[in-house]
Nanobody
């Protein structure tokens, strides 16, 4: 059974940092692309970052490039999202997702319950 459990969200001031983690089980992490997407109230879901299966190439939405870094630890079955220089517009619920295949172009297949990130002074 696939399980994805996010942690690490919270309240942070603009310019601050947070590190989100996602513990996964039920599948071999390296065989699939993994992603983070976010959703704010009244807004559509937005893909934020993705790391492809096997080769580990990363992709980011333009609005977070240079500020967010996604990584994967196959030995610990975790993926992480380091978020620096946070802005109020980054406020959203963040979800960890496993994609259908190894490519970041594949669709999301399953995701966790999410973790709330609020950026406010």
């Amino acid at each position: 059974q696939v399980q994805l459990v996010e942690s690490g969200g919270g309240l942070v001031q603009p310019g601050g940092s947070l590190r989100l983690s996602c513990a996964v089980s039920g599948f071999t992490l390296d065989d699939y692309a993994m992603g983070w997407f976010r959703q704010a109230p009244g807004k559509e879901r937005e893909g934020v970052a993705c790391i492809s299966g096997r080769d580990g190439n990363t992709e980011y939405v333009d609005s977070v490039k240079g500020r967010f870094t996604m990584s994967r630890d196959n030995g610990k079955n975790t993926v992480s999202l380091q978020m620096n220089s946070l802005k109020p517009e980054d406020t959203a619920r963040y979800y960890c997702a496993v994609l259908l295949g190894r490519r970041c172009e594949d669709e999301y297949n399953d995701w966790g319950q999410g973790t709330q990130v609020t950026v406010s002074s």
